[in-house]
């Protein structure tokens, strides 16, 4: 953990350094795209990048991590940590990229602050950025180890066998690996990400995730086509995958990562989502169902219409076949058969000691997450998964 001297620092000018730290991450992207254009064209989300979500994660971080290393001396934040790697790692992300974030990132903190960068500000600066760097390349050679995997090696060639048209915004599609060995194994609630090369030339990546029961050879995603609101763009690559990819196309294809994974045990559990958030949970419910799970889950989704729903045949077929499970469905329609409105927990019974899981749009979560804290669920049995930047600890 961080010395008792940068400790001190850090604590006197974390306040200086939280005001300036989106203008710092700001320089940062732009130092570091200049020096490696290829990153925003291959790695980064151009989307994130362009509205500026991205730089607030990337401060988020920071700063959650620094507040939490003065706070708690003796401790580290690892479910942070945990997150932010597996997104690394079903990214490529490399050990030896890490001194370049340095370089471009200590470079835009001595632009911005100044004469007020002393040295040991910096050396104080420093330690907790290599505190983080070190933390999160442990973790994420631990996990391209899990996978028998090189350092970043992370990506294969997946065949398309077949799409399905699960709603008019949502194709799912059936992948099994092109070189004719056994697809890797995975957790229900895990993700890969995909990556795809568009028109001009940019391979860009998006998380997706894997939907359904492990099997020898296959495996599948859901994908939402994010059609721009606000003048905001499409989506890049769904767009691409609804546009362009059809069966006995080839994909390329991370190995599954992701924290959002059940617990063992019988625990009760709730199982929440919004949208596209459903894919996770299904692939959960399977496994439930599986495992033969006798413990109580309640299943909750939010979505516009049930014509909206993605794979709601499959939500409610598996709730269906677990002994002790109940699922409850609002819809934006007014005309839908079910709940109205926005997801009410008021009248959902919750068993003591219910661990729950989360996927949806940040909104969604956040309304969730304080409800399920009111009715006295724990905050550490409430767990989440984002796609895109996380923003949930710089606001929660």
């Given amino acids: 953990m961080l010395t008792e001297s940068a400790a001190a620092v850090v604590r006197a000018t974390l306040p200086a ?101 002393t040295p040991e500000v910096a050396a104080a600066w420093d330690e907790v950025y290599w505190l983080m760097a070190n933390a999160l390349i442990a973790i994420e050679t631990r996990l391209y180890a899990e996978q028998g995997v090189a350092g970043g090696d992370v990506w294969r060639q997946w065949e398309v066998v077949a799409r399905t048209e699960e709603t008019p915004h949502v194709a799912s599609f059936l992948l099994r690996p092109a070189d004719g060995h056994p697809a890797p194994a995975f957790r229900a609630g895990q993700y890969v990400s995909v990556q795809v090369q568009l028109a001009d030339g940019a391979r860009q990546i998006r998380q997706y995730s894997l939907t359904g029961a492990p099997s020898a050879t296959t495996r599948a995603i859901a994908v939402k086509q994010v059609t721009g609101t606000g003048g905001d763009p499409d989506g890049e690559v769904s767009h691409h995958l609804h546009t362009h990819v059809r069966q006995g196309d080839q994909l390329r294809v991370s190995a599954p990562y992701g924290d959002l994974v059940l617990e063992p045990g019988d625990a009760p559990l709730l199982l929440a989502s919004a949208g596209i958030g459903c894919t996770p949970m299904l692939a959960m419910l399977e496994q439930l169902v599986a495992t033969g799970h006798p413990g109580p889950v309640t299943v909750v989704h939010a979505d516009r219409s049930p014509g909206d729903h993605a794979l709601s045949g499959d939500h409610e077929a598996l709730t269906a076949k677990l002994p002790a499970a109940t699922a409850h469905f609002w819809y934006e329609d007014p005309d839908s058969g079910h709940r109205t409105g926005r997801v009410d927990l008021t009248d959902v019974p919750l068993e003591t000691g219910t661990r729950a899981y989360l996927c949806g749009p940040l909104p969604f979560m956040r309304a969730v997450r304080g409800q399920l804290l009111d009715k006295g669920v724990a905050a550490a049995d409430i767990h989440y998964e984002v796609f895109g930047p996380d923003l949930w600890l710089a606001q929660a």
Avoid at 56 to 79: K, N
Wanted: proline content about 4%.
């Fill in 17 to 117: 350094v939280g005001a300036a730290i989106e203008d710092i991450t700001e320089r940062f992207y732009g130092k570091l795209f200049a020096a490696r254009p290829e990153l925003l064209r291959d790695l980064f989300n151009r989307g994130n990048q362009a509205a500026g979500t991205q730089r607030q994660a990337l401060a988020g971080s920071i700063a959650a991590f620094a507040t939490y290393l003065v706070e708690h001396p003796d401790e580290r934040p690892d479910v942070m940590l945990n997150r932010i790697a597996h997104k690394h790692a079903s990214l490529g992300v490399r050990a030896d990229e890490y001194p370049l974030v340095h370089r471009h990132l200590f470079e835009a903190i001595a632009e911005v602050l100044g004469d007020a960068l």
